[in-house]
């Protein structure tokens, strides 16, 4: 097509259908029987004419094709020889100069591509190939207009450029969508909003328009426009695309649940596009339902069969779902696919530590990290390896391998500035984990010495202080945080925790009061509920506390935490069991390796004396939570009360010991003064008997 344009365009300016007839004689001859270009094309001795000019034109023209069709750089430099022949005959031919421009765009001679679109510009500004040539010159010479390396000037020229063309022809979409994205990196969002509307009057089912037309209105909070732009779309032409644009609206928004039936809508229409799926699948795990998202991605791993990445999110989603086994394969496939994956193999030291094998968790880590350094030098990958520290120091910290912690964490911290703010942070909390919170707050202040400025880091400091418990120390400094505006928030939620650690509860109360007065959202406001309803249980209000959380669960009810601090709250006090049950179940679902919640299912099953259920969940705990007093005395009660009192003394001195290394703020004196009572009678009946692990009658 581009050869016959280019022959009508020359007819019209060089010559009659005998000239070209005669000129084509003439370019066979050169070009031989075999479709090879001579290099010394046939020459005459009489003056050079509009035949001639044809000549060397159409000449260039097979050899830019030859050099098109095999890549030979002779091909290119004949045909700008050819073509710089053609010009020197007609020497204010804008037609010539830009196939010129291309050849030498297309051999990558981009400075001669600029100079000669230029110079053919000058000679017909409106010559609309001239500029289509330059504004793809610039736009493949700005870079990635996602990353941050850009090259700024060429923005600027390729817009100039863009607009030319579409003075020239205002109908040309690929220039004007171009043009809106160059718009909207400029920052000049109502100059590209405008175009794109004016787009999609012309075409309403212009996906790309939809697209950036309802990124810019969520960008600037205007979530509601492009959802409705994109549900007035869905009308007029329920095209799948437009579906799957609705979808990403709704996802930007939160709103979950539409976005989940706008995907679901695109798959019913285009069932085997992938992106359709992973929307879905994307929306599916926002809304915690992980076990239908497994479904979208086995279907995703059939219709992308060599992607590994399917089956490392299949991995994930049954390592949340507790199906250990499951995830183990679906890691070995994507191994298969991507041997020695870096994100494999982390998913890899995930799934130990879930299953409590910290060791093989730590090893593997260890072993990547050896791997990463081998590969790219000992700080070459800072990102990575920072990564990779952090996990490792949390496996040696759930085994309570602290010295092992800490030096990960100090190897983290001299992979840069972003690592090292990190690893500090850690290094504090782990010595806070060890019980050594004078350390801890040493620590803290060296961080502080160095960033003073550092919010984060003062907070923590409070907090620390909490631990201890100083209350009155940790108000104070917390209260040094306060600016009497909305951020003032987040200062009060923290004062109100270190109160009530410290048994204030009256001012505990206030806080947290105080920042329900002045939160700014839904989910500030639900935070303070929470925080409300954690002290009133904690001074035994339950009817107050009882009424925090179900504001709370009112306002949001997949809030997991609330469903479960409210179902255990009812469990521990022996009422309304069967409610209690059904909302510790539904944190269950949504988190059903979260070793809280099984704790409080099983709790609530004892009380309901399901002792076998009861059994089952809090083993499962204990598991996640072998350092848990409170889980451990839980568990101790059911083998009691089955009869196996030998497994319940071991569980309940077990309990009784890690009572002893609590942190002081989390030290209950009441539950260790009637755990020690009970203990004590337990084993004076063990004495009394020859085999203690006889189960009692029922």
């Known amino acids: 097509m581009k050869a016959i344009l280019i022959t009508a365009a020359l007819t019209l300016v060089l010559g009659t259908p005998l000239v070209r007839a005669q000129s084509a004689a003439r370019v066979e001859t050169a070009a031989g029987a075999n479709g090879q270009t001579a290099t010394n094309p046939k020459t005459t001795a009489a003056p050079p004419d509009a035949s001639d000019v044809y000549y060397y034109f159409t000449l260039g023209h097979l050899q830019e094709q030859q050099f098109e069709t095999n890549g030979n750089s002779d091909m290119a430099a004949q045909s700008i020889a050819s073509y710089q022949q053609a010009l020197k005959l007609e020497p204010n031919s804008a037609v010539i100069m830009v196939r010129l421009a291309e050849i030498y765009a297309e051999s990558q001679r981009v400075r001669d591509a600029v100079l000669e679109a230029q110079q053919a510009l000058k000679q017909e500004p409106d010559n609309i190939d001239a500029h289509r040539l330059l504004a793809r010159i610039y736009v493949q010479s700005v870079g990635d207009l996602d990353s941050g390396d850009v090259q700024l000037a060429n923005v600027g020229k390729a817009v100039t450029e863009f607009q030319a063309i579409l003075k020239i022809a205002p109908d040309d979409e690929t220039s004007a969508l171009w043009l809106a994205r160059l718009y909207r990196f400029q920052n000049k969002q109502a100059d590209a909003e405008k175009l794109l509307r004016e787009l999609l009057n012309r075409d309403p089912d212009l996906g790309q328009a939809l697209e950036q037309l309802s990124q810019i209105l969520i960008d600037e909070g205007r979530s509601q426009e492009a959802i409705d732009l994109l549900k007035q779309a869905a009308v007029d032409s329920a095209s799948a695309d437009v579906y799957d644009l609705l979808g990403d609206a709704y996802s930007q928004a939160k709103n979950y649940p539409s976005a989940e039936e706008a995907y679901r809508n695109a798959i019913e229409q285009d069932p085997d596009d992938p992106g359709h799926r992973h929307g879905l699948a994307s929306a599916l795990i926002a809304e915690n339902k992980y076990a239908e998202a497994v ?10 069969p060599g992607t590994a990445d399917n089956h ?187 109160q009530q650690r410290g048994k204030k509860y009256s001012d505990a109360e206030q806080s947290a009061q105080k920042a329900e007065g002045i939160a700014q959202d839904a989910s500030d406001k639900q935070t303070a509920w929470f925080m409300l309803g954690a002290i009133y249980s904690s001074e035994k209000k339950f009817d107050l506390a009882e009424a925090e959380f179900r504001k709370l669960i009112d306002a949001n009810p997949k809030n997991a935490s609330a469903l479960n601090f409210l179902g255990y709250m009812l469990a521990d006090r022996g009422i309304r069991l069967d409610e209690a049950v059904s909302l510790i179940q539904r944190a269950v679902n949504q988190e059903p390796a979260n070793s809280a919640y099984l704790d409080s299912m099983g709790w609530a099953y004892f009380k309901q004396n399901k002792l076998t259920e009861a059994q089952d969940y809090l083993q499962k705990a204990a598991n996640g939570e072998a350092h848990d007093p409170t889980i451990l005395g839980h568990l101790g009660d059911v083998y009691l009360k089955l009869g196996y009192n030998q497994r319940a003394a071991d569980l309940l001195e077990r309990s009784l010991a890690e009572w002893q290394k609590a942190l002081p703020a989390d030290y209950e004196a009441d539950k260790v003064s009637e755990l020690d009572a009970q203990l004590k009678v337990l084993k004076r009946r063990l004495a009394e008997k020859s085999n203690p692990d006889t189960p009692k009658p029922q």
């Open 295 to 304: 479904e979208q991605f086995k279907k995703l791993t059939e219709l992308e």
């Open 312 to 498: 490392l999110r299949l991995a994930e989603l049954y390592r949340r779902l507790g199906q250990f086994d499951e995830a183990q394969k679906s890691l070995e496939q994507a191994k298969q696919l991507e041997p020695g994956s870096l994100e494999i193999l982390y998913n890899q030291a995930l799934l130990y530590e879930d299953q409590n094998r910290f060791d093989d968790a730590a090893k593997v880590l260890n072993e990547a990290i050896a791997g990463t350094k081998k590969q790219t030098g000992a700080t070459a990958n800072p990102s990575a390896l920072a990564i990779l520290y952090d996990e490792l120091g949390r496996a040696y910290r759930k085994q309570e391998d602290y010295p092992a912690a800490i030096q990960a964490y100090q190897e983290m911290s001299k992979l840069g500035a972003e690592p090292e703010k990190r690893a500090q942070m850690l290094l504090i909390e782990t010595y806070r984990d060890s019980r050594d919170i004078d350390r801890a707050i040493a620590e803290n202040k060296k961080a502080i010495a160095a960033a003073p400025t550092d919010q984060t880091l003062t907070i923590m400091l409070a907090t620390l202080y909490g631990e201890k418990p100083d209350p009155a120390q940790a108000t104070q400094i917390l209260h040094g945080l306060l600016h009497g505006n909305a951020g003032d928030q987040e200062i009060y939620l923290n004062m109100a925790r270190v």
